[in-house]
């Protein structure tokens, strides 16, 4: 068969007629084009294949005593009874949304389509499912990672990082199962064509609006649920009752245990669902930007997908390399799993471009654009994460200076120890930005805004399993706490708290890729929506631009204060409980009777669910209203300031929460000794004021701080999905 | 006389042959025009006459008792000597930039002139002219006021106001007379005519360039001392050797003393000094592009001197209402003096434009403007600052829902407290943000950028009395003091700690204005900085913009932890030596042996200065390093993000300070009634946590918060001084 007679709707990138491609660049039968647009549902299909074979065999597993499954059971039950209550609130959200979405898309100009509420739909339920499945399994590796723990270190090790691996694979299947067909679906059936192939896009960004906005309701509300529990476990359980940890006595015990999953399991899971579906989404509004796509030429928006594709097989090939090394250093293990991933992900991404990139490169968004500049890319993409990852896990890590300035600090009480974490925070902006605008330039300088979009798919395209490294701590958490409350030997919950402390490195360098590619994400998406609203430029010497980088920039700050006064009432909520509980059930204490865990869970599932709501809807709807009242430029002002204060807070917040938390550690096991030679040992009063640090930080670290990174992509993925609107009634 | 005959290089509005102007708008005499050249700099001799006749005033009253007037005595030359010791230090500085600047713009090129460096100098010198005058007079004011209020508050109010009064006038006096005299210098002598006129003003930038040099400095200088030395003498002093507030044993005492005047009082000056020169420098850049220019009506430059000469009048006049009416409620008659000045200066701008503004408008950025305008322009900012004030007074006001949530949540103890005045700081960022953007767009509506400059000098043309009303505060705090180590009976105490809190709600509303004008004053200097670095747009969808935007909305960050560190190492030391002084001086708390009070102050100074350093200069080198190596584009997204991340970090850092510290003050007297009932007095838990906030909270509000609003406009105006050379080099 002639290739270049070959016909067909789905065979676009190989048979437009007005092409200027030479007969040389045409190097794929029909048969491999087909391939390449059935690789990335087809990965994601693996992936999930994968994640079922991982549950099959966790739910092989022993899961312990009957006292284990009992406590194990109560702590699903409140997991799911959460999620379900916070997915029926999201549904009507969903619905309204959508329905608005389909009516403003109606008339079919500029290249907008009501399909674009579908993907909505499809991309916020492919995100809950994965929420779900992803709680489902983590609520049964827990209790049996304990029963693991009881024969072992390395056997609770295979169990708790299965459970993460089937989390990972959860997400990134899902979220490229859906992505790809539908891509399909648009750009090969509904919408045919090099010259609707942007209609075939816009209607894709539905997908990632979809996701983020599930992100965020899931990270805001289980950020919420889980300090609520906590703080009111801690603060009155173990102060003002004298309980220990994880004590069975406390009726907000359970509450915290659930708390973990869904803010650290559930939360997190949607909050890498929405990263990796905007940096290929977004690279894929750019890439549709191309010339060659007109000649039929379609590399550039296949390769975000295809690259994804390939990462998901790294990430699984790196799971084996976990488990192979599992007889000797788990951490070294981990290590190289996650990070040889991602070496390997470098040489694919260079192949991969080198064979669909268009021959002699193409021009994008004004610049020649070869498939070894989106190579360069790429790894400029993923060495800025890892110096992100370096920088923040420094300015967090125990034993280095700026954690030990702040236990030093502490030696002056509370108040010097809140100046000094909040020093080393703001502190910890500098170079991780630095490097981010350095990556951003290189990037660009390199490959366009389509390079920045790249380089943010670089860090993300394992997100497999970056995150199953993330997701296991939840559980090697939940796994200590059902020792305990089981009252299993010490030695038990001894290794369920080295599995915890275990991949600590891995996850703070995870955390800053999660900054990185935020920042470079919604810069991408920024660019995408500059491109779709048809905006020549974005001029800060105009006011209406500044007037917009003002409030942007403000947002982040009141989103903020939102969230961490939501953190403040539940958790007065969760605080009187408890201590009703205390006062009118007789014999608690003396451990005769049974507190009521289903109140308290019951009430940080109200609590989360009633104050996720309005700084979830601010993000959805600042943006349209900006863009509709005030026109595309005020919003790209609003989009720029938004994500520069967004992405300084979160570093900010996510630092400084870190830094208190591990001087507060540092004052544990033999205490902290003080440049002046004084020990300070647990208990003192410098270590009691590294305690009051902790909890400033927990509502900065674990619900404000993780929550602006998605804030940030949010309101940009919404005004790229409302952008051909506004350029139609500006 | 016929009028269009007149020649002359001193007349330049009148005589320009290219005129397009109607004889119509030629209304006034030769005569006429050279008055209005010189009512600026007599309006500054007027107030420095002023400012003597109030001094002489002041030295007649009764300096009290000998032991009053040698405690006096420590405390002036404690602030003298670090007054000294700083101005070495910046002598060195200014010196260095001048020479710089002098040999940088050594080639006659794009409107450069070496004479930007003559500028530098006086405008620095000015600065800390005035710094010297007010703190001499603030010095000898406060125990005079101590003497005073022995006889009762009317009279104690008249001295403290007299000497807040003298600051005042000195500050717009001095800047007045050298801003006026220079541009009478350089526009009708050095470089007359239109088509030199830039030049004339490009050197008068240096001005500005000097004053916010040595203002960021001051603030930043002063800041650090008298926050180490308030927490050392407090938190050795009064909390571990439980010494009541200014016990003459406290080593740490005149240190505490000195800080209010060398922060409060010096260092308010300067930045008030620096906000008032910067908003008429940034309104005359502008103005010097408006077309009329050409046809020699000069009045969109003048009018920014002769209005800002007007304002020096309404203070004045301000000063005598507050005056008259000392003999009722003292709060009413400051309210009077200040808003009725301000007020009668809106209406005095409506006049002066009428007069001198291009009969029918003329071109300015691209906008025909006319003097009604530019008056309406005038009445938006004061607007804008009164809502501004209006608000952040909302959130820091004692009794007030958000100064009631963090005292509330001091119930539960020191993390709750913390959290909650973080989270009240967040959310009063927004609406005070809204009103900002509000303002810009509204007067960039009417008369554009020029707008903007504009409605930042209507609230900054009554300095005067503004600064009047914020500087008797530290004079009356000081005559506290005194009161206190000079063994006065308890309510000479009682008279000087109620002068302090008059004139609260005044000044509150001060620093709204000090906020809004900041913002706006750096916008306006950012677009005379677009417009003389010949810059069309700075365009955000470039990465090379976004990368500004995003480290220069870091420094802000970088800038404050600096601040806080300093003042919490600093501190330290302060710490260490009272203790010493304790532990070595036999009989000092016994009160049979004097502290070496002089070791104290002399912590103080060294550290202060060794630390204002590196964040000064930061605030300089940045701007210049950034225009020099990336380019203008990423310089302007620099100044954007800096001063947007600077405005939203002001606001939070001072409002989170002020709040915390009423929160702290609604413990005292009869203490806090909880919403649950429970009565919690002074020194119970709940106080004690709203202490550390109140502690957490000092170098937020008196340190790194008000100097972001200089670092801000520092770095706008250096930009803007360096602009042709940038616009040369690129």
Redesign the interface.
């Known amino acids: 068969m002639s290739r270049r007679r070959t016909e067909g709707a789905n065979l676009q990138p190989y048979t437009r007629s007005k092409r200027r491609t030479t007969p040389s660049e045409l190097r794929y039968s029909p048969a491999t084009v087909q391939a390449l647009y059935l690789a990335p549902p087809a990965a994601g299909v693996l992936a999930l294949i994968f994640a079922f074979w991982k549950t099959a065999w966790i739910n092989r597993q022993d899961a312990g005593t009957a006292e284990m499954r009992e406590i194990a059971q109560l702590i699903r039950e409140g997991a799911m009874a959460f999620l379900a209550r916070e997915y029926k609130v999201l549904a009507v959200f969903v619905l309204a949304v959508a329905g608005l979405l389909a009516v403003v898309n109606s008339q079919s100009k500029l290249g907008q389509t009501p399909l674009v509420a579908l993907a909505f739909v499809v991309g916020a339920t492919a995100s809950a499912l994965s929420g779900y499945l992803g709680m489902r399994v983590a609520t049964a590796a827990n209790v049996r990672t304990t029963a693991a723990a009881r024969s072992g270190l390395a056997a609770a090790l295979a169990v708790a990082f299965s459970g993460g691996s089937v989390m990972g694979m959860t997400v990134v299947g899902l979220a490229l199962l859906g992505l790809g067909s539908l891509f399909i679906v648009f750009s090969q059936y509904l919408f045919p064509g090099a010259s609707h192939l942007m209609t075939a896009i816009n209607a894709l960004t539905g997908f990632s609006m979809g996701a983020s906005s599930i992100a965020l309701f899931a990270r805001v509300g289980g950020g919420i649920y889980t300090k609520a529990a906590d703080v009111g476990a801690d603060?009155v359980g173990k102060i003002e009752s004298g309980l220990p940890e994880d004590d069975p006595r406390n009726p907000a015990v359970i509450a915290d245990n659930v708390g973990d999953n869904v803010g650290d399991v559930a939360g997190m899971g949607a909050d890498l669902f929405e990263s990796y579906v905007g940096a290929i989404v977004g690279a894929m509004v750019l890439g549709a930007g191309a010339a060659s796509i007109e000649s039929g030429q379609y590399g550039p928006v296949l390769l975000p997908l295809v690259v994804s594709a390939a990462g998901i097989v790294c990430s699984i090939l790196g799971t084996f390399v976990v488990r192979t090394k599992e007889g000797g250093n788990p951490q070294v293990a981990l290590d190289t799993g996650s990070f040889g991933a991602a070496a390997v992900m470098a040489v694919a991404t260079f192949a991969l471009s080198k064979q669909l990139w268009p021959a002699g490169g193409t021009e994008l968004g004004g610049k020649l654009v070869t498939w070894s500049d989106v190579g360069l890319a790429t790894v400029i993409g993923l060495g800025t994460g890892v110096a992100v990852g370096i920088i923040t896990s420094y300015y967090c890590s125990l034993g280095k200076g700026p954690v030990n300035s702040v236990a030093e600090?502490s030696k002056?009480?509370?108040?010097?120890n809140?100046?000094?974490g909040?020093?080393?925070?703001?502190?910890s902006?500098?170079l991780p930005?630095?490097c981010?605008?350095?990556g951003?330039?290189g990037s660009?300088?390199v490959a366009g805004?389509y390079g920045?979009a790249i380089a943010a798919l670089g860090m993300l395209s394992t997100t497999g399993i970056q995150l199953a490294v993330d997701a296991y701590g939840p559980i090697a958490d939940n796994a200590g706490g059902i020792a305990e409350m089981s009252h299993q030997p010490p030695e038990v919950r001894g290794r369920t708290d080295r599995l915890d402390a275990v991949g600590n490195t891995t996850a703070a360098i995870g955390k800053g890729f999660a900054i990185g590619s935020a920042?470079m994400t919604a810069?991408a998406l920024?660019?995408a929506f500059?491109q779709q609203a048809n905006?020549n430029?974005?001029?800060?010497?105009r006011?209406?631009?500044?007037?917009?980088?003002?409030?942007g920039?403000?947002l982040p700050?009141?989103f903020?204060?939102?969230a961490?006064?939501a953190?403040?009432e539940a958790?007065?909520e969760m605080?009187q409980e408890v201590r009703r509980q205390f006062r009118e059930i007789p014999g608690l204490l003396e451990g005769t009777a049974k507190p009521d865990t289903a109140r308290c869970v019951d009430i940080s599932t109200q609590a989360a669910i009633k104050r996720m709501v309005l700084p979830g809807a601010m993000a959805v709807v600042t943006p349209i209203a900006c863009g509709f009242l005030l026109g595309p430029e005020a919003l790209?002002?609003l989009l720029?300031?938004c994500t520069?204060?967004g992405?300084?807070l979160a570093l900010?917040m996510s630092n400084a929460g870190g830094a208190w938390d591990n001087a507060k550690k540092s004052f544990e096991g033999e205490g902290y000794t003080m440049s002046d030679g004084s020990l300070h040992p647990k208990g003192s009063d410098a270590h009691k004021a590294a305690v009051?640090g902790d909890?400033?930080g927990d509502?900065f670290k674990d619900t404000a701080g993780p929550s602006l990174n998605i804030l940030i992509k949010l309101m940009s993925v919404v005004a790229l999905v409302i952008a051909p609107l506004i350029a139609l009634s500006s």
Chains 1, 2 share one sequence.
Not at 422 to 427: E, N, P, T
Not at 537 to 541: N, Y
Not at 543 to 551: C, D, H, I, L, Y
């Open positions: 603060l600090q002056t009480g509370h108040a010097t809140i100046i000094a909040l020093g080393v925070g703001m502190r902006t500098a930005i630095v981010i605008a350095g951003v330039l660009a300088h805004v920045v920042a810069l920024f660019a500059a905006i430029a974005i001029d800060l010497t006011p209406m631009v500044m007037a917009g980088v003002f409030v920039g403000m700050f009141l903020s204060a939102m961490m006064s953190v403040g958790a007065m605080i790209g002002g720029a300031g520069v204060s992405v300084l900010f009051v909890t400033v509502p």
